[in-house]
């Protein structure tokens, strides 16, 4: 690993909150985004001439569309109860990282231009005509936002500065001023079908090296299939699970324990992306799209349940929007849910996570674990942040904390929870997600990982914590390379169904 | 007729039209605007009378904020339970017949303005105090804070140290609400406790004073967790459904 050109934060005991220095961050600068994404995404890709007005008119049309941007823009009171909630605040000190601030950023654009006072006398309310610098400062700081949510939990009217961050990240395309790193991935899901770019041959010869590398392991012919018309239950997974490490372990688990539930399952080449890019950047129409692709799939294989991989903003995506989006869910009463709805099995929750259909075999007693094969880690959970504030799981509120912990604990017998305010609705981001998992980004990731750190390497000095499980493909690829920077070896992180494919008996057949 | 108490009299009736106006257009325009995506911060109530709760909670305990700041929510409630109580006590300014509740509350509500100030001067400390909500900080954030401690240093100049004439004074007002149109008392402290309070109910349509109904509006406190079960989609959505899919 070269030499970080940054100073990596010292870790401590407790997250400290730190004194403001302004301007800390100021030079993180995404790359940006480049012609041949942008123009597939429908958006300019340098800034273009009438970039003032366009970018005012933008924000009119979201405030019209968007209750939560209206009501958030003019409800703060600017209490301050969320400034030293976010981990890039804590890991950076720069005030512009405080949510609020982040949203002051637009919060005067809006009151300079769509309030009375603002107009009149903008000095008194902070309200400020939109500068060039006004957008390099949106782009600066809304890349340093993961959208996490965790300053919405703190505040008291729920101000969620991730759909803020969304909302100035749509005004940016719009007057051509896109990040490269979400744009290309966008745009290779339009074009692939995936995130990483994987065509459907490539795919397929990944899935059968799998299914000779999981039976030269275990001896039981473990299947990875895919395109099966038919099948019932289509697995939907973030694609880097089909070859990044350590995401793959959870994918040979996933395989297994559908396996040993004898399951009629499979892949789909068309729907080969649980992960939803168009969320990050807050443009509906791109999210619907990305989203169409496995309402297409499910309808074109004819399956009856579809099941989510681990990913934190897709499970997000999955459980809140896709009935929204795309009719893949319950109580739509328009053709277009109808139809799909008709072919979907009622007596499941559709989409379910992979955790929800793990945890009720092992209550079935469907699966039987060998404990003692994961002796060798002590596990600690860290809860992703699109999981625990933006969805759930099972039927009671919080079954997304419960759930994972659940199944860790029936497959494992050392684990131990965090600092309680640093984990469930409390829990800290990763540092890395919603489009800041780029090496251009790196340094905002290092520091943004600082209250994680503080709060793992706390358990894993009290309690000798060799382990963080998770379940979400950004987070595991944000800690695998951000834990070295703090002292971590990279095979401290890795997934749920890893330790469950650890434990798991399968009978040989 | 004075021309002060005629300067008052169109004073208050300016500024209760802003109010009335200003308040019902800002919260048709929240109640218009759609919330096109299920948004709820979760843990989330996943019935429609638990999300009537979570709001009422935030509402009637600021619970958010407790969770998140215990000296905020400490200085917060005091200057909001004195604000009810205050303005409670002052119903009976307004109310023919004097009800026994009012009555009874008027002690509550005399020494509830103690509590009032109180509050709104340990939240103002806070924004000298700590670094990071001074750097928030606008001019307009010190001057509500201004704003209301005088309202609320004026009042109590009259309820604890030079009297004014209740009697007259309600006269006023039960004449501008009659339109049996009675002389003003023009004893300094109430004059200034009364143009400072048209003065709040002015701007209030326009300010961060509309966290008081945007609380109610919140999409991430007011909506309830249920979107696989049930399909929440924005009529501007629908329309764009119809079009491409
Ligand atoms: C539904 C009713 C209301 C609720 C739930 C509510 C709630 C809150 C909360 C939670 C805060 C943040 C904490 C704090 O700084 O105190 C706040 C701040 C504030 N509220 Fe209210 N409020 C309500 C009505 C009002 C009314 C009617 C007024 C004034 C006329 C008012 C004036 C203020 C002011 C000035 C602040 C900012 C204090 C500061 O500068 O720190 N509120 N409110
Ligand atoms: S959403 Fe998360 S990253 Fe963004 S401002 Fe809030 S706490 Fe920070
Ligand atoms: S907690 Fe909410 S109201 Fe208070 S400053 Fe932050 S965003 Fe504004």
């Known amino acids: ?509 | 007729m004075s021309s002060l108490t005629v300067f008052y009299i169109g004073l208050f009736y300016f500024a209760t039209f802003v109010l009335v106006a200003g308040l019902t257009y800002r919260i048709y325009e929240y109640w218009k605007t759609p919330a096109p995506l299920s948004i709820p911060t979760t843990p989330a109530p996943t019935t429609r009378t638990g999300a009537v709760f979570r709001v009422a909670r935030e509402v009637a305990l600021f619970e958010s904020l407790f969770k998140s700041n215990k000296w905020i929510w400490v200085f917060g409630y005091l200057f909001h339970i004195g604000l009810a109580l205050v303005l409670l006590r002052h119903v009976r300014y307004f109310s023919e017949p004097l009800y026994s509740f009012l009555v009874f509350i008027q002690p509550f509500g005399e020494y509830a303005s103690f509590v009032m100030v109180a509050g709104l001067a340990g939240l103002w400390a806070r924004r000298f105090l700590v670094d990071r909500v001074r750097y928030i900080s606008t001019p307009s954030d010190h001057l509500i804070l201004a704003l209301l401690i005088a309202i609320g240093i004026s009042g109590m100049s009259m309820t604890f140290v030079a009297h004014t004439d209740i009697v007259n004074l309600k006269g006023f007002v039960r004449g501008m609400m009659t339109l049996d149109f009675q002389p003003l008392p023009t004893d300094a402290n109430l004059l200034v406790h009364l143009f400072l309070v048209a003065l709040l109910m002015i701007i209030f349509p326009v300010s961060k004073l509309l966290h008081a109904p945007g609380v109610f509006f919140s999409p991430t406190r007011n909506q309830v967790d249920n979107p696989r079960e049930k399909r929440h989609i924005a009529p501007w959505a629908a329309a764009l459904e119809r079009d491409n899919s």
Request: with cysteine.
């Open chain 1, 1 to 509: 690993m070269a030499g970080p050109e940054f100073e990596v934060p010292k870790m401590s005991e407790y997250t400290e909150v730190p004194k403001i220095k302004e301007g800390a961050m100021a030079h993180a600068k995404s790359f940006p985004a480049a012609e041949a994404s942008q123009t597939s995404l429908g958006f300019p890709w340098k800034l273009t001439d009438d970039w003032h007005d366009r970018a005012i008119n933008r924000m009119g049309e979201l405030l019209v569309k968007y209750r939560g941007l209206r009501v958030f823009m003019d409800a703060c009171v600017h209490c301050g109860a969320c400034t030293d909630k976010c981990h890039y605040f804590l890991g950076t000190a720069d005030p512009k990282n405080m949510p609020v601030a982040r949203q002051d950023l637009m919060r005067k654009v809006y009151r300079r231009y769509f309030t009375l006072p603002g107009k009149i006398v903008p000095w008194l309310v902070g309200a400020e005509d939109l500068t060039k610098e006004t957008l390099d400062d949106w782009y600066s700081y809304y890349h340093q936002c993961s959208e996490c949510r965790r300053c919405s939990v703190y505040c008291p009217y729920g101000i969620d500065t991730a759909e803020i961050t969304m909302a100035g990240r749509e005004i940016l395309n719009t007057v051509g001023m896109g990040q490269k790193y979400t744009s290309e991935i966008i745009a290779k899901v339009f074009k692939i079908g995936n995130n990483l770019g994987l065509p459907g041959p490539a795919l397929e010869d990944t899935l059968l090296g799998l299914e000779e590398d999981i039976e030269a392991d275990t001896g039981v012919a473990v299947k990875l299939p895919l395109d099966v018309k038919g099948a019932e239950i289509l697995l939907v997974t973030p694609s880097a699970d089909f070859f990044s490490e350590p995401h793959v372990e959870s994918l040979i688990g996933y395989a297994k324990v559908l396996h040993a539930a004898g399951a009629s399952w499979t892949f789909s080449s068309y729907a080969s992306e649980a992960g939803n890019f168009g969320l990050f950047n807050g443009n509906y129409e791109t999210m619907r799209k990305v989203a169409m692709r496995i309402r297409d799939a499910a309808l074109e294989l004819g399956v009856k349940r579809i099941i989510v991989g681990e990913c934190g903003h897709a499970w997000r995506i999955a459980y809140a929007f896709w009935n929204t989006l795309t009719g893949l869910g319950y109580g739509g009463n328009d053709p277009f849910s109808i139809e799909l709805q008709k072919q979907l099995d009622p007596r499941y929750k559709q989409p379910s996570h992979i955790c929800e259909y793990t945890w009720d075999l092992i209550q079935r007693g469907v699966l039987k674990f060998d404990k003692s094969l994961n002796d060798d880690r002590v596990i600690t959970f860290h809860d992703s942040c699109n999981v625990a504030r933006g969805s759930r799981m099972g039927d009671e509120p919080g079954g997304q904390f419960t759930i994972p912990r659940n199944i860790i604990r029936a497959v494992a017998n050392n684990f131990h929870d965090m600092a309680p305010e640093t984990i469930g609705e409390a829990t800290f981001c990763c540092g890395g997600g919603a489009g800041i998992l780029t090496d251009d980004l790196m340094e905002v990731r290092v520091k943004g990982a600082l209250p994680r750190m503080n709060a793992y390497n706390a358990v894993a000095q009290e309690k000798g914590v060799n382990f963080m499980a998770l379940i979400c493909a950004i987070c595991k690829a944000q800690f695998t390379k951000v834990v070295p920077y703090y002292g971590f070896d990279m095979s401290q992180i890795g997934g749920v169904h890893q330790l469950v494919s650890t434990a798991i008996k399968l009978e040989q057949d």
